[in-house]
């Protein structure tokens, strides 16, 4: 069977890529301790040698529309092509294509409906940020296939965050019983207190530095109880409003287990939002 | 009133370059046109099956015309929509942050709950 040898989360900002690559005078202040403090979490993957990266984002009304919207979507694919005309335009990101890993898709679909999830699908689908820019921090090389995984935190009405969890907790098993002897790393990226569009945004920190606090807290120790007990679809309205985004990190702390505290915790407070950086290693994974 | 209609005028022009230039410049030409064209077009098919019911409201029509990115705010578009497609339109004019920042200061008398997105 195959081994989950890394699970990672974090946050996906989509002006990293530009920092880190702007020099002179366009170079950001913070630029130089970014990078440092990706480079020693791009380190924490390199160590656990994946041959196969699950990823979970979601989408930004780039594929996936009003018109026909999905809760959870796995991809199936042979490619992906990433980023879009928005996200070149704003973020300066890359236009990227990824190899996709169809077999784990594939067994993902199966069971993951077998287990009480009703998984949309897509063959044909461009990822975008919330999938690159993990990629980009990551695994730059960009050289490993991928099963992208979306979930629906920004279209409302929105799956409770016990859902999230519980899909975690599924893909791991999923990945753990999928037949191959590859090591697999599972990647998931979502949002701490996170304002768009609104009149808290891009201000000095995040909107809502007490809520980044215990948020980081409850991911470092695993404590989905605390965090379950507390979070709901209505109170994460009150720390910006797209946290919801939060429960991505829901979902992966469900992938790392009730109760695992994170091997490396790192975060970085920037102005409009805090960044922030987690990884654990299942038993074994280092052998 | 449709939230919908109007994260659809947002999401289409904002992917469209060439609309988004449309927009910036000739905001009431932009809105007739695309409410004549666009609205009904349903966007994963053929133009001879698309919807016959999709139209603004008088309100929604004015709003988009006028640009008012607080008002679209107060009447539940979807904020992301919004802000991606105003910062293509007119970060341009104003130095680094500048636009983001005053976007969101346009908009401090708002407070929570703020209005419901829901489509």
Same mark, same amino acid.
């Given at each position: 069977?195959?081994?989950?040898?890394?699970?990672?989360?974090?946050?996906?900002?989509?002006?990293?890529?530009?920092?880190?690559?702007?020099?002179?005078?366009?170079?950001?202040?913070?630029?130089?301790?970014?990078?440092?403090?990706?480079?020693?979490?791009?380190?924490?993957?390199?160590?656990?040698?994946?041959?196969?990266?699950?990823?979970?984002?979601?989408?930004?009304?780039?594929?996936?529309?009003?018109?026909?919207?999905?809760?959870?979507?796995?991809?199936?694919?042979?490619?992906?092509?990433?980023?879009?005309?928005?996200?070149?335009?704003?973020?300066?990101?890359?236009?990227?294509?990824?190899?996709?890993?169809?077999?784990?898709?594939?067994?993902?679909?199966?069971?993951?409906?077998?287990?009480?999830?009703?998984?949309?699908?897509?063959?044909?689908?461009?990822?975008?940020?919330?999938?690159? +820019?993990?990629?980009?921090?990551?695994?730059?090389?960009?050289?490993?296939?991928?099963?992208?995984?979306?979930?629906?935190? =920004?279209?409302?009405?929105?799956?409770?965050? /016990?859902?999230?969890?519980?899909?975690?907790?599924?893909?791991?098993?999923?990945?753990?019983?999928?037949?191959?002897?590859?090591?697999?790393?599972?990647?998931?990226?979502?949002?701490?207190?996170?304002?768009?569009?609104?009149?808290?945004? =891009?201000?000095?920190?995040?909107?809502?530095?007490?809520?980044?606090? /215990?948020?980081?807290?409850?991911?470092?120790?695993?404590?989905?109880?605390? +965090?379950?007990?507390?979070?709901?679809?209505?109170?994460?309205?009150?720390?910006?409003?797209?946290?919801?985004?939060?429960?991505?990190?829901?979902?992966?702390?469900?992938?790392?287990?009730?109760?695992?505290?994170?091997?490396?915790?790192?975060?970085?407070?920037?102005?409009?939002?805090?960044?922030?950086? =987690?990884?654990?290693?299942?038993?074994?994974?280092?052998? | 009133?449709?939230?919908? &209609?109007?994260?659809?005028?947002?999401?289409?022009?904002?992917?469209?370059?060439? &609309?988004?230039?449309?927009?910036?410049?000739?905001?009431?030409?932009?809105?007739? *046109? *695309?409410?004549?064209?666009?609205?009904?077009?349903?966007?994963?098919?053929?133009?001879?099956?698309?919807?016959? *019911? &999709?139209?603004?409201?008088?309100?929604?029509?004015?709003?988009?015309?006028?640009?008012?990115?607080?008002?679209?705010?107060?009447?539940?578009?979807?904020?992301?929509?919004?802000?991606? &497609?105003?910062?293509?339109?007119?970060?341009?004019?104003?130095?680094?942050?500048?636009?983001?920042?005053?976007?969101?200061?346009?908009?401090?008398?708002?407070?929570?709950?703020?209005?419901?997105?829901?489509?």
């Amino acid at each position: 069977m195959a081994q989950v040898v890394a699970v990672i989360a974090s946050t996906h900002h989509p002006f990293y890529y530009r920092a880190s690559t702007s020099t002179g005078a366009d170079r950001p202040p913070f630029a130089d301790e970014w990078v440092s403090k990706i480079e020693t979490f791009r380190e924490t993957l390199t160590r656990a040698r994946p041959d196969v990266l699950v990823m979970v984002g979601s989408d930004h009304f780039h594929q996936l529309w009003l018109d026909n919207m999905p809760q959870f979507l796995v991809g199936k694919a042979p490619h992906y092509d990433a980023n879009w005309h928005n996200e070149e335009r704003e973020f300066g990101l890359p236009r990227m294509t990824l190899a996709g890993e169809e077999d784990l898709s594939q067994h993902i679909l199966r069971n993951g409906l077998d287990a009480g999830f009703d998984l949309a699908f897509s063959n044909e689908l461009r990822i975008d940020h919330s999938i690159t +820019c993990p990629i980009i921090t990551l695994r730059p090389e960009h050289d490993l296939p991928i099963v992208p995984i979306y979930t629906n935190i =920004f279209a409302p009405p929105l799956p409770q965050p /016990k859902r999230f969890v519980e899909l975690g907790r599924t893909i791991r098993r999923l990945v753990e019983s999928w037949p191959d002897d590859r090591r697999v790393a599972i990647i998931g990226t979502g949002h701490l207190s996170l304002e768009l569009g609104g009149p808290r945004q =891009f201000g000095p920190h995040g909107p809502d530095p007490d809520f980044d606090r /215990k948020a980081v807290d409850w991911i470092a120790r695993g404590d989905l109880e605390d +965090c379950l007990a507390e979070v709901t679809l209505d109170s994460l309205h009150t720390p910006g409003n797209a946290t919801h985004g939060f429960m991505d990190f829901m979902l992966m702390m469900g992938v790392a287990g009730d109760g695992v505290a994170a091997d490396h915790v790192d975060s970085l407070d920037l102005f409009h939002t805090m960044e922030a950086y =987690f990884t654990w290693y299942p038993e074994g994974a280092l052998a | 009133m449709s939230k919908y &209609l109007l994260d659809k005028f947002l999401f289409t022009v904002d992917r469209d370059p060439a &609309l988004v230039e449309r927009y910036r410049d000739d905001p009431a030409g932009t809105v007739t *046109w *695309w409410e004549a064209e666009e609205a009904n077009r349903i966007l994963n098919c053929t133009t001879d099956e698309k919807s016959t *019911w &999709l139209a603004f409201t008088d309100e929604e029509r004015d709003v988009l015309v006028r640009q008012d990115h607080v008002r679209l705010f107060e009447m539940g578009a979807h904020p992301f929509l919004t802000l991606t &497609l105003f910062i293509a339109m007119f970060e341009r004019d104003h130095g680094p942050l500048e636009y983001q920042i005053a976007y969101g200061k346009a908009m401090e008398h708002i407070t929570l709950p703020y209005p419901d997105i829901a489509t």
